[in-house]
């Protein structure tokens, strides 16, 4: 390994445990030392670092469980019943892709089609918890997997969301024979476990990156401890909330409205699994509030924190606010602080102050167009835990505060949003101190009107020499870069020519501009982890950086329905060079630390192998919040909750941005809750929960960080594909929020979606013309599709701000696309240097 490989890998074994969350325990870990462990489970020597599709990484290598563990200097007594199930896996995966391969040829369609972005579930076994002669262990671990990824939804299955019967019975029998039990789960999202109410040590190992096997022998051993809490509810399948749907290929009503996640468990008085929020240490802690006070719009509360226990440890304390119901309903509460402690010794007392505020509370009241709070009196609780919380304070404001009025549209649902019928109401004490709050230090600017706004810097001179461009330049500009008929590598995210690997480029067609390098994320920077160099220039070596299933199910009828060209001839390189990168922790799992300071960390991580490998946009935070745990992308994003997303997406970006000409793209705004038919998928959604909850996170990662990108998401928001909403981009993300960066579709590709759907895939032209000013991959059907918008335009028949032709088509002007060209070239002067 390479200096920086191995910095990078020992900062993210330092950093990990702050990501796991203790469930439960009985006292009986951190082990005293390493000896004889008996350890099973499908993440014992399959550990997953993270999930599949764009979010998957490239790493030198990956510390398994078993790895760590060994070089721990523990003793694994159990080879033979890891070697068992690894013939297990095997048979199931063959069955896995035989399958597929049978439903392809039932419904006459290429097995890719089916099979692209499939996840096996863990199949049944029948293995004996044996272990090796003459070893007697006291303690055993059982690591219990899950993988989900990009392009597939989860499953309320067994093997999946649900344990398996062999994993139940296996699990408890384990907790009955040791004397010390550890289930471990190596998950990238929720799991029901709701059988295994008897089991006392648990660990949500989540998914590390490429040190995982090593972070957690370090909290085994407590060499360090996990001090992570929840950034989602866990409870049992059955008692979700299933109120919206999910999963319908054409149009997904989001009627549950503002009450996702704990919003929903709370306001109707259901007990989960484990609650948001939550998360024990191998310590106890005493938390108790000193004061609160009120400035402006700010409320302080100080905290002291003690160490009550026998071990070091780090205690995360929450605000939950309890807003009072007027004429909107509202939660029972919603988290509006946070702050993390430092490592606090045994007795030691530390003491934080964490701000709220107020206008965070605000909500969007669809009469008057404007966030609002309103008259009454605010709660304030403090505790470890959304369900572990005590009131410290009341907010009053004397009358009905508008925040900001706002003019984005992005439609009608078609339906009211649900609301509970008996909510549960939270006694206010009398006893506790009030501050009252001035209506007139709620107010905020409602963002500036199109023409009271400057250029953003260097917009000019970008402007300039976009009017000096031919029409094809133009388009070029704002296309990414591709070479005609060879478009391959956007199926899967690899369609850069200059770093190999990398997901794509702008265009290198106009002479003195350079290109824009993007890298997918966001657990590190997915690239080739090897390619070849020859006399002209640097080329892929083949499949070396593609899914193993996705190479499985790839055929010559696959690569004609994706549109993917032949294989080219073959080059022999004059050299091999490598470009490995880190696997740091997925999403999900920095969210759970709670702590912005680790997360920014991270992120510095990222830039620093950004700069090493020539990338200059990474494709990441991804930050969609968890509204089903049936979303195949969860461990990718951050949370159920905006606030916790926003400030830990702000903090990547912060750490990113660090280092000089590097930026992040936050995606996928917004809405981008499920996989299936996702090119082609119509969320319907009330305008009070676009922006109360799917939207505020990315308005406070723009607020916050300013990050150089933001990436559409491929579905539609009420019958508009968000990369052709001129309310949401030029509205909404620039005009309300003052975003002056770049705006990029996903990766829109012809052969990845059908010509049957209800709703059509997103276009060159209408994406350009609403504000979504580069549109990935690109190709030639895209350009083609610009160049009919512009003829369109130029049409003497059109009449004045006309924006269809008679045949439906998108009518664009030459202006038009010189504005949109702009924007792409200064963010490339930005980044990349003028060349000039």
Partial sequence: METYEID???????LAPECMVLLRSDGAFPLAEPGEIALFGSGARGTIKGGTGSGDVNSRHVTTIEEGLESAGF??????????????????????????????????????????????????????????????????????????????????????????????????????????????????GVVDLSPLDDITNILLLSQLGAAIGNAFADVLLGGAYPSGKLATTWAAWDECD????????????????????????DSVGKEPLFPFGFGLGYTTFDVETRRASLDGARVSIGVDVTNTGEHPGKETVQVYASVPAGRLDQPLQALAGLAKTDEITPGATVH???????TDLASYDEATRATVLEAGRYLLRVGTSSRHLSPVAVVELAQDATVRLLTGDLGDPGFTDWRPEAPVVLDIPADLPVLVVDPAHLRRPDGAAPDERTAPEGFSEALALARDLSDDDLMHAVLGDYLSGEESGSIVGAASTTVIGAAGQTTTRIPGLPSLIMADGPAGLRLAPTYGVDAEGPFSLGDSSLPATFLELMDDAGREALGIADEPEPREPAEIREQYTTAIPIGTALAQSWNPGLAQRFGDVVGAEMERFGVDLWLAPAFNLHRSVLCGRNFEYLSEDPLL???????????????????????????????????????????RALRDLYLRAFETCVRRARPAAVMTSYNLINGVHTSES???????????????????????????????????RATAAASVKAGNELFMPGGESDREDLLAALRRGRDARLSDGQTESDDGGVSLTRTELEKQAARVIRMIWRLAGSGR
Avoid at 669 to 678: D, G, S, W, Y
């Fill in 645 to 687: 997303a926003g400030h830990i997406a702000a903090a990547i970006t912060r750490g990113v941005q660090s280092h000089p000409g590097r930026g992040v793209t936050i995606k996928h705004l917004a809405c981008n809750n499920q996989e299936i038919n996702r090119l082609n998928s119509n969320s319907r959604v009330s305008p």
């Fill in 352 to 358: 934080i102050t964490i701000d709220i505020d107020l």
């Fill in 8 to 14: 990078h890998l020992n900062a993210v074994r330092a």
């Fill in 75 to 188: 003793t694994i007594v159990t080879r033979p019943w890891l070697e068992a199930y690894d013939r297990v896996r095997a048979q199931a995966h063959q069955d896995f892709i035989s399958d597929i391969r049978a439903e392809a040829a039932e419904r006459g369609v290429p097995a890719i089609m089916i099979g692209m972005g499939s996840v096996m579930a863990e199949p049944e076994y029948t293995i004996p918890l044996d272990i090796e002669t003459d070893s007697d262990p006291r303690t055993a671990v059982y690591v219990l997997a899950r993988t989900s990824g990009e392009g597939s939804d989860r499953t309320p299955e067994a093997g999946d969301l649900r344990l398996t019967d062999t994993e139940i019975r296996d699990i408890r029998c384990l907790n009955e024979c040791f004397e010390t039990f550890l289930l471990v789960l190596n998950v990238g």
């Fill in 242 to 265: 299933q109120i919206g749907d999910f999963g319908d290929p054409d149009d997904t009503h989001y009627r549950e409205g503002v009450y996702v996640g704990y919003r929903f468990y």
């Fill in 726 to 760: 001129t309310d949401l981009l030029e509205v909404i993300l620039r005009q309300e929020w003052g975003f002056d960066g770049l705006v990029m579709t996903d990766w829109v590709v012809a052969g990845m979606t059908h010509s049957d759907m209800k709703h059509p």
